[in-house]
C-alpha cells in the first residue's frame, strides 16, 4: 500500500530537515541524456524529493544498457522516456516527471529549459556534451549546469571529483577518460559520476554554490 504524498515526504524531512526538503520539493531539474549517466541522477533526485524532473533523450532501451542504467529487461526495446518514468514512479509516486522524446540540438535550446533550476549534461558523445553546455551557458548564462566529463573504463573512483568552472558550470568525472579512447563503460564508475552529478544538483539547489 502506497503511502500517502504527507507520509511520503515527512520520512524524507526526518532525513533532510524541512528547509532543504522544501527547496528540493519546489525544484525543477532539467536531466539531458537518460544513459548510465541520466538514469542514475534522475534516480537519485527522485529519491531525495525533487519536486520536477524533466527528461530527454530520443534512443531506445537496449541489451547494451543493462550493465549500468536504471532500465530493465521487460523494458527492452521502448523509448527511456517512456521506460524512466515507470522506474522513476515506483520510487516517487509524487514527483512529477516531464519525459520529451528529443535528440537535442543547437537550435533546440532557446527556451527549451525555461523555468529549470539546474541542467544536468549526461550525454556520451564529446560533441554532444560540448554542443549542449556551450548553448546553455549562452542562452542560460545565471541557470547552473552540471556536467560529466570523465568515467570510462576501470580506473580510481577516487580521480572522479566535482569542479566548478567559471560561475555556474560544474564538471564531473576525472576529466579524461572518455568512451572515445575506447574505454569500456562500466557501472560502478559511470555509478560514482552519476552520483557526484546528482549531489552537486541537490547543493545547489539547497542553496550551496562551491563544489
Do not use: W
Not at 18 to 35: N, P, W
Request: glycine share 10%; with cysteine.
Amino acid at each position: 500500500m502506497y503511502p500517502t504524498r504527507e507520509e511520503f515526504y515527512a520520512a524524507l524531512v526526518e532525513r533532510h530537515g524541512a528547509e532543504r526538503q522544501a527547496k528540493f520539493q519546489a525544484a525543477k531539474v532539467a536531466i539531458c541524456g537518460l544513459g548510465g549517466l541520466g538514469s542514475n541522477i534522475a534516480v537519485m533526485l527522485a529519491r531525495a524529493g525533487v519536486g520536477e524532473l524533466f527528461l530527454l533523450d530520443f534512443d531506445q532501451v537496449d541489451m547494451s544498457n543493462l550493465n549500468r542504467q536504471q532500465y530493465f529487461v521487460e523494458q527492452l526495446g521502448m523509448l527511456k522516456t517512456e521506460a524512466l518514468p515507470e522506474t522513476l514512479a515506483r520510487i516517487n509516486p509524487y514527483c512529477k516527471v516531464s519525459p520529451r522524446t528529443l535528440k537535442i540540438t543547437e537550435g533546440d535550446i532557446p527556451g527549451l529549459f525555461d523555468g529549470v533550476d539546474v541542467v544536468c549534461e549526461a550525454f556520451d558523445k564529446p560533441e554532444a556534451k560540448a554542443m549542449l553546455v556551450q548553448g546553455v551557458l549562452e542562452n542560460y548564462p545565471n541557470t547552473p549546469l552540471v556536467s560529466g566529463v570523465g568515467m570510462a573504463g576501470l580506473d580510481s573512483a577516487n580521480l572522479i571529483r566535482t569542479r566548478r568552472v567559471g560561475r555556474t558550470l560544474y564538471l564531473c568525472g576525472d576529466g579524461v577518460s572518455e568512451v572515445a579512447d575506447g574505454l569500456p563503460l562500466i557501472s560502478s564508475r559511470v555509478a560514482v559520476c552519476a552520483a557526484h552529478e546528482a549531489n552537486m544538483v541537490l547543493r545547489l539547489l539547497a542553496g550551496e554554490r562551491e563544489a
